[in-house]
């Protein structure tokens, strides 16, 4: 009647339930309701324990209908209480946040091709939407397996995340509980590890309730086998079997497995599910904080810190979580364990207790161990990547210079020194690992020593007891060793993390606004002292006082290294104030001197978060000349740009950020020599159509080199060491016979040389009308061009999306090929080391088994049978077999560490020797953040996770043959069972393991954008400031991250969907294994034995072998990722066979014979047939429209770039046929984007070690720097900060110059060598040149037309195609030339 009322009672329920929810996704189930649900768990669990407890202690029999009713109840009970919770309804919906935030950006994801699956869309989340059945189940996840089956997943297929996993959502709980004031001034130093800690618990308190409560029923589960081992052999034993007892005995070890199986796979889905959301949230606060610090903390923190913090730190702490509840599921496994043996021996217990405690306390030094070598690994890992993204960021420079295998080399000797301390920590991890496989039998072997010598009577039903408690104790003590290393390494990564988020920001108040009504001001410091460095005495930045009012142009000059750029950014507020004040009216806009441009599309660049308007747009494209640029690129503003604008020249990516700040609209605009890397016409146009036209009414501060364009100016500032030394209007200043004299005189000089020019009357007449001079040289080439090739033009713009230089990264499809395993076994020691492994382990399994047969079969059944062995041989016997299994454990892992670190060494010398040996292409179409992800994540699994996968492999797989050997021993019909049991398991694993493969390759893909949009938005942090773009990019972190988040989740619903199936398969075996038992006649089966069967059948389940294969072969990806960058097409050999001679060049004679050039086989030729010839000795200047190939020329001569066809000679030497180390190490250059390298002057300087410290001063003196240098504490081994910072950009390109003096080569090229330093210093660089390279080919690339005036032979190009090859002299007599054209716009420029 009771039961009836039950079922009855749920079924209205149901029904109810069913419509009022069925058709509504998004609400909660009533409170009332949640809380009945849970009382009515509760009381199910304690009427079950009561039962229990009178059918055990009383021997009273109940009904079989009550034990029935009881078990659904409890069953019913928790998953509805489950699903009450993470079933329907939405989470948080009271944070202000905006639902349809994390939309893909279509160059984020793979291309639509216009296909859509049946599980993508925005509202799709499978898992909301799922009933309480396909909760239980996994059955949600069939659809994505099932598409993942018929074809390979992309990312457009993975469903969408639910709303509360959702990044923005999992930040904003995250950000509450860490900065509950929300205060944004910004001082981080308030952080710390507990602060991290609590906020991230605090942020997933439901999953952490709710894995508590699945780790206790699973736990306690997993004890009623051992608990009822003794009463089951007591049954095959007894004369008189009551078969109602012998099911009820089949029923609860049954529903025992079935309970740990669900509960264990719901614990694990909701730990998977919170270590999603701790990576979310540890991303989105390492991100914010990377956009607010300040300048001194971005030189403080390096990019190879901040790749391992946003790849190994925050994967290590997101990992943690399924470490979380060991914290305490390991003593009550003690306890749970010493119980039942009391019940089992009495006091011999409290010697298992002790020798339990003696091996836990242990771990005390151990720990404290590991975590000094894991702080040390990982310090030493940081320097390796830092230098690492270095070297990639600046490989054009290492190449040129015929530098990279020395960075190489300097890579591998950190690369040594890291693996001696990670193998310090993997052979302490083996140790360690041998210490606690072995624990078990080391307690086994105390407790049954113990009760032998004190006479305690040892049962086979007690010992198979005992035995399977430490079966199970082998669980958490294995997992011990692995508890230890991981709180050692979160400790270490939350330390890192922490010390990142205390790192300073940049103060919100540097800067005062004015209100918006006070009319006249614009930008005014009082009395302002600043410095990039607090801690240090001298201010950069000294007594400034000046007033900018609106709609003024301010010109600020100075020689380098005077404080001009320090003078924009403490405007900006990016530089610390030490006294004074800056007030600011309106909004501001920047263009830096070392140009900023986004990966992505040049229109996203120009537009940056702003709404298109086609008008303006297209304004700004004219006024900054980029019109024809666009209609060069296949794809126009579309084309996407590689990592720091790689396949842009100096002059575009300038021109882009003016064209970003143009199109922002602001009132005040700060401009950092933003002409110096156009050449001299483009650079009149920006200024006339620019400055004088659109910005007009805007207030302007801009940073100038170019003395022609300061009289245009209302106000000049001249800066000198830090000071404004001069204010006032260009006339005023002049007559005031100072430092600015000797600027604008120096380049009155240079430009006397073509007064005759001026006075030539008929080249007036090249000038029509009012018109913009930007007739003057590109009109006629553009026509000149489409003449030339119409044709051609368009065949190269049908180009498919195949033509954009950055392609999508390249992913394996389908399953993992053999030859990638055979490649990873066979790489260290030729693979011999894997047989021994298995040898190992096969004994290890066979002396274990052997040891427990030994004393299930030496000992008596029951009390009233006398032992037929003596106490001493029992146990002698025993501790043998222990003793063997234990070395062949440590012999198995000391293999293993030895054979991983050595291929691990082998593999990562591979992968950067065949980078380093790459072509410059290959640079220019990869993201470093693709190569730093395997140097760092793909690496990490090659050192550590890889080796342990094949450990946990081996040990899974022979334990389950073993298990089954044992089973098939005691009943051979359960083979019967197992052949279709084991198909059906392998047919599921091969149905998962397509969709599984394809998700974790997504991962690998998906997680490279998080840590390159990180570095890229570090290095831009100044400009998206100053824009105001922090919540706009922040937001696009977040959705990175969600697309990350995509895969990762259903990946881990997809491993829980296996692994269920897998359990509920073995459990369903293991009661017809028991039935077995319980139905053959008594007498036929030995008890001991039969029980000996049912102990190891406890632990038996298929899913162990399947989860560790499906893990191995997730992990193995990334020794396929590793071989994709293994095997890269390299350039032409360092040294050829037939090597010059020593002193070739001697002369210097270069000689290009129809050279053709394009930067890949499906883009657009760049140089078209150049033919010339530079003479030896002599000065040759190329100069041309930016984008005209000039640079390209360049690259072709240094074998940067291969030719398509031609070739090019020097000293009657075809380069292509000399090795590329010998061509670059004779040749010398000075780069359009001046390079240094952490490390020191000295370093930067002679990075080979070639020269003398009397050699470099020489050089230091004979580039101006020598001064500077001097004042400098360490002189010449004072420190250079990463990419230079603490450099100015002149003084960066003066130590480029002071290389090249070092070096002294017959060939030497300036690519736009003087673009940003003074006209004085200018002078001085064009004076030592001339002196000390009197014999050598000097092949000049110069936007300033006074730095190629004294040479001997001018190059005219334009659109990759010569227009004009002679000497200057004869050139301006050609008074249609272009060059004369060019050189009467210029001087007529500074006249006016």
Known sequence: MDFAFRTITWLVISTYLHIQFSHLSKRRFPILLRIWWAFYFLMSCSCLVLYLGLYWRLHLSLPLLLWVSNVVSITAGLFICYAGLFGKGQE????????????????????????????????????????????????????????????????????????????????????????????????????????????????????????????????????????????????????????????????????????????????????????????????????????????????????????????????????????????????????????????????????????????????????????????????????????????????????????????????????????????????????????????????????????????????????????????????????????????????????????????????????????????????????????????????????????????????????????????????????????????????????????????????????????????????????????????????????????????????????????????HDADIYLLDDPFSAVDAHTGTHLFKECLLRILNSKTVIYVTHQVEFLPSSDLILVMKDGRITQVGKYEEILKSETDFMELVGIHKKALEVLNFVEREPSLDNLIIGGEDCNMLCSDKSIQDDEEREPKDGKIEKIVQSEGQLVQEEKREKGGVHLSVYWKYFTTAYKGVFVPLMLLAQILFQLLSIASNYWMVLSTPISEDVGPHIRGSTLIFVYVALILGSSICVLIRSMLIVTAGCKTATLFFNKMHLSIFRAPMSFFDSTPSGRILNRASIDQSALDTSIPHQIEELLMSVIEFLGTIAIISQVAWQMLIVFIPMTVICIWYQQYYISAARELTRLCGVCQAPIVQYFAESVLGSTTIRCFDQEERFMDTNLQLVDVYSRPKFYFSSAMEWLCFRMDILASITYAVFLICLITVPNGVLNPSVAGFAVTYGLSFSMHGVVWVLSSLENKIISVERVLQYAYIPSESSLVEENRPSHEWPTKGKVDIVDLQVRYGPHLPLVLRGINCTFPGGMKIGIVGRTGSGKSTLVQALFRMIEPTSGHIRIDDINISKVGLHDLRSRLSIIPQDPTMFEGTLRSNLDPLGEYSDEQIWEALDRCQLSDEVRKKEGKLDYAVTENGENWSMGQRQLVCLGRILLKRSKVLVLDEATASVDTTTDYLIQQTLNQQFSGSTVITIAHKITSILDIDMILLLDNGSILEYDSPARLLENKSSLFARLVKEYTQRFSS
């Open 92 to 663: 948080d919906e009271g944070l202000h946040l905006l639902e349809s935030l994390l939309k893909i950006s279509s160059n984020q994801g793979n291309n639509d091709n216009g296909q859509e699956s049946s599980v993508v869309g925005d509202s799709v989340t499978p898992y909301t939407n799922a009933n309480i059945l396909s909760i239980l189940t996994f059955a949600w996840m069939g659809p994505l397996l099932s598409l993942g089956h018929n074809k390979t997943l992309d990312l457009e297929d993975v469903p969408q995340l639910d709303y509360c996993d959702r990044a923005n959502v999992v930040f904003t709980r995250f950000r509450n509980e860490l900065e509950p004031d929300n205060d944004d001034s910004g001082n981080g130093s308030q952080a710390n590890t507990f602060k991290l800690v609590k906020a991230l618990m605090l942020s997933t308190w439901k999953e952490i309730l709710w894995t508590t409560l699945f780790s206790i029923v699973c736990t306690f589960s997993t004890y009623v086998g051992p608990y009822l081992i003794k009463d089951f052999v007591e049954y095959l034993n007894s004369r008189h079997q009551i078969k109602n007892k012998g099911y009820k005995l089949v029923f609860i070890f049954f529903f025992s497995k079935l309970i740990r199986c669900i509960s264990e796979r719901h614990l694990f889905f909701q730990l998977r599910k919170m270590s999603i959301r701790v990576r979310a949230a540890l991303f989105a606060i390492i991100y914010k904080k990377g956009l607010r610090l300040s300048s001194q903390s971005k030189q403080a923190h390096t990019s190879g810190e901040n790749v391992n913090m946003m790849s190994v730190d925050v994967e290590r702490i997101g990992l943690f979580s399924w470490y979380l509840h060991y914290i305490w599921r390991v003593p009550v496994q003690v306890i749970l364990a010493l119980l039942i043996l009391y019940k089992s021996f009495g006091f011999a217990a409290l010697v298992a207790l002790v020798a339990t405690l003696i091996l836990l306390l242990a771990n005390m030094p151990l720990g404290k161990l590991q975590e000094k070598f894991q702080g040390e690994l990982m310090g030493s890992k940081d320097r390796r990547m830092k230098v690492t993204s270095e070297a990639l960021s600046n490989m054009r420079i290492l190449k040129l210079q015929g530098w990279e295998m020395k960075f190489l080399a300097k890579i591998i000797e950190l690369r040594n020194f890291e693996m001696r301390w990670l193998k310090r920590l993997l052979y302490s991890s083996a140790m360690i690992a041998f210490v606690y496989l072995s624990a078990p039998m080391f307690v086994s072997m105390v407790t049954f020593g113990y009760c032998v010598f004190m006479g305690i009577p040892l049962e086979s039903g007690n010992i198979l007891s005992a035995l399977a408690i430490f079966e199970i104790l082998q669980g958490p003590v294995h997992n011990l060793p692995d508890l230890i290393s991981m709180v050692v390494q979160t400790k270490v990564s939350l330390g890192r993390i922490t010390s990142f988020l205390c790192l300073d920001d940049l103060h919100p108040h540097i800067v005062q606004k004015l209100p918006r009504d006070s009319v006249k001001v614009a930008v005014e410091i009082v009395k302002g002292n600043f410095t990039w460095d607090i801690l240090s005495p001298d201010l950069t930045l000294k007594d400034l006082n000046f007033r900018v009012n609106r709609g003024m142009r301010v010109a600020v000059c100075g020689s380098v290294g005077s404080g001009k750029s320090s003078l924009l950014s403490c405007i900006l507020g990016e530089m610390p104030k030490v006294s004074g004040a800056i007030m600011l009216n309106g909004t501001k806009a920047y263009v830096a001197q070392s140009p900023w441009i986004q990966s992505g599309k040049i229109v996203e660049n120009i537009l940056f978060g702003k709404e298109m308007d086609k008008e303006r747009y297209k304004m700004v494209l004219e006024a900054c000349s980029l019109e024809k640029d666009l209609e060069l690129f296949a794809f126009g503003d579309q084309t996407i740009i590689g990592e720091r604008g790689i396949n842009l020249s100096g002059g575009q990516k300038q021109r882009i950020q003016i064209a970003r700040a143009l199109y």
